[in-house]
């Protein structure tokens, strides 16, 4: 038994595990998974906005590809309750598929996740840590080559 707890200590990856299939196992029963997500998306949303008010209280600046993985998730959160609510919808040809309100939200909140991502990724490459790094390693690489 020490030595499970042992390996469990070492590895968190163990009660992340455990945790997410207790929790999985809680919202099945209660017949609430849809609301499980929707309030773990809500957490995480906290979480990215509480580590950005804190990283710009330390350092003064603010890192945009946090922000943009909070407005990710929380679009990702609008995308899910829209699905759910489209199964009650009775769709007999293409033209109720166009004339539906709620499947044109979906296509524009699509069309934002998509461009949130390039968002993202662009934040990403233009960094400051990215590009100083790849500076660092392209100057680590000629002073090795000399």
């Known amino acids: 038994m020490k030595k499970l707890i042992d390996t469990l200590n070492k590895d968190k990856h163990y009660i992340e595990i455990i945790l997410a299939g207790g929790l999985f196992l809680i919202a099945?029963?209660?017949h609430m998974l849809?609301?499980?997500i929707i309030y773990m998306l809500y957490f995480v949303i906290f979480l990215e906005i509480?580590?950005?008010v804190i990283n710009y209280i330390r350092e003064k600046t603010v890192v945009l590809s946090i922000i943009v993985d909070a407005f990710i998730i929380l679009t990702?959160?609008?995308l899910i309750v829209n699905v759910v609510k489209i199964n009650n919808e009775h769709?007999?040809?293409l033209e109720a598929l166009m004339s539906s309100t709620l499947n044109w939200n979906i296509?524009?909140?699509a069309g934002v996740i998509v461009f949130l991502l390039i968002v993202r990724y662009l934040s990403v490459k233009t960094s400051e840590t990215y590009i100083l790094g790849k500076k660092n390693k392209n100057d680590h690489l000629r002073n090795n080559e000399l």
Request: charged share 30%; no cysteine; proline share 0%.
């Open 107 to 109: 296509f524009i909140i």
């Open 91 to 93: 769709l007999d040809s």
């Open 34 to 36: 849809m609301d499980f």
């Open 28 to 30: 099945l029963y209660y």
């Open 76 to 78: 990702l959160r609008e």
């Open 50 to 52: 509480t580590r950005t």
